[in-house]
């Protein structure tokens, strides 16, 4: 199931196989955050790798919260990238009004992470900056 909202022909760096969930197929991405991302990567000037798009309810990073999440509302996405890059992005994204940033960048190189979300502009979540 995919939001026929999001007209993916506008958004020449991402595409909606990119944020399909991987537990149900679904992508359910909101066009304002669509709209934000390809702004920040036509700034970024890079390659943005999704590493997690839309989440079903029912995918095991969801299905435990107690309420539904950024992913499951189709408001973030979490992009690989590490060291300067993850510093680039987060600047970037922060001078977009991005207000919740998520900061994963222990382990694997390959398995670093920036999560990008804007539910709080919809008033669903607070402002915050964190690390796992």
């Not at 994204?93 to 502009?121: E, T």
């Amino acid at each position: 199931m995919t939001n026929p909202l999001v007209e993916w022909d506008k958004y020449p760096n991402f595409s909606e196989g990119e944020f399909i969930c991987g537990d149900t197929d679904e992508c359910c991405m909101q066009p304002a955050f669509i709209e934000v991302l390809q702004k920040i990567r036509q700034i970024y000037g890079r390659p943005m790798i999704i590493s997690s798009g839309y989440r079903s309810i029912i995918h095991p990073k969801e299905r435990h919260k107690s309420k539904a999440g950024e992913h499951s509302l189709g408001l973030a996405a979490d992009i690989l990238c590490h060291g300067v890059d993850a510093l680039a992005l987060i600047h970037i994204a922060q001078d977009m009004l991005v207000k919740r940033i998520g900061v994963s960048q222990k382990g694997d190189l390959n398995s670093r992470y920036v999560h990008l979300g804007i539910g709080n502009r919809f008033g669903l979540f607070s402002e915050a900056i964190w690390s796992y």
